[in-house]
């Protein structure tokens, strides 16, 4: 016998989640399933991000920031480190005990919204009058009963063709979290967000890290400014980044991978590496799902079709996050799912992706929201810019890290905020302030106008924004 629900959410990550936990508030019978299963055998909610993702990626650059301060840093500050080394077993160690405190978290949430959760993997069985019948694989099966459904199965890495994942020597984002020793050599191919984490944590301990790219542009998707900048920061820190390269091939051995390919110039290269990550996007997760049974669409790549509003081509089935269209973020997954609760019951919320900010997590970290200088210039949108580099804020001098800038993009004719773009210490927590302002549509006199703390880094975006009307007072 079935059990029924008003709605079960497949998938229990940042989109997932978040949707079961919004609707069972405004009162729907929910349940939530899952099949992440966590080291010990039990469930893992959480999702990629919680489990090879951006929770344990941030676990391991911290961790690698502190060894790289420890042996660069810390004698500026008259701090004398002798006999320094790195237990890699301890740090992947403190990293699976991060990642287990945040799916002990969801599960807790779960039972404190009353969510019913089930550890399995779920498929669509076929359709009823008043809604679906969905199948539950796991320890125990279970057929369940739901008016709406929302898909949030997320994404699987992109493999290189001919070139699986084994995860000891050619590795996804999974393998290269769970690397038991620094490699001598590493290689990595993608030069986005997971290359360039990843890269950075293995590089600070003492890896060779080379990055092969195919585009030409640095982080194209980011303001190039920025790029720039971030380019030259990491090649000073040893960083190999080349771009414009085709790989040839990949041959994995014993010992290593070997790797050939023809860089920018047109000339034949080959590199040897201990280990590989192998970082060039993500496909969505939707293989499993039985769409057919319930005649949901699904297009050439596999994501699900949608509207504005995360509707599906079927009545009553929604989906949000990886598996449509839109950046593979774990924050616009969450905005979604909150968004799609709410209409269920009725509420009319707004999800604006113009105001969803990007971070990189290296050093110096990257973030932005809103367009680009070159994305302004290639729409004829007239605009300002004024910028502040931190090495001209005290916050920054204290803490010894001055590298890059705030850099804010205002109409010419209006003043509202376009765009915001920073490069350099805590960068994830002052792009904030700008996505605020640009959900409020604020000018940058705005920001300018408002007293910010001193000494604080966010004081350089207050300057940035005074330089947009050429009267910044510190630089």
Known sequence: MSKAFDLVVIGAGPGGYIAAIRAAQLGLSVACVDAWTGAKGGPAPGGTCTNVGCIPSKALLQSSEHFEHAGHGFAEHGIGVSGLTMDVARMITRKDQVVRQNNEGILYLFKKNKVTFFHGRAAFAGRRDDGFELSVSGKAEETLHARQVIVATGSNPRELPGVPFDEQRVLSNTGALAIDAVPQRLGVIGAGVIGLEMGSVWRRLGAQVTVLEALPDFLGAADQQVAKEALKAFGKQGLDIRLGVKIDAVEPGQDG?????????????????????????????????????????????????????????????????????????????????????????GQKPHVDFATVPWVIYTSPEIAWVGATEQALKAQGRAYKAGSFPFMANGRARALGDTTGFVKVLADATTDEILGVHIIGPLASELVAEAAVAMEFKAAAEDIARICHAHPTLSEAMKEAALAVDGRSLNF
């Open 257 to 345: 991978v070997a790797l050939r390919y023809t860089d920018a110039a047109g000339q034949a290269q080959q590199l040897d590496v201990d280990r590989l990550i192998v970082s060039i996007g993500r496909v969505p997760n939707t293989a499993g799902l039985n769409a057919d049974a319930v005649g949901l669409q699904l297009d050439a790549r596999g994501f699900i079709q949608v509207d504005d509003d995360c509707r599906t081509t079927v009545q009553g089935i929604w989906a949000v996050g990886d598996v449509v269209r839109g950046p593979m973020l774990a924050h616009k997954a969450e905005e979604e799912g909150v968004a799609v609760a709410e209409r269920i019951c």
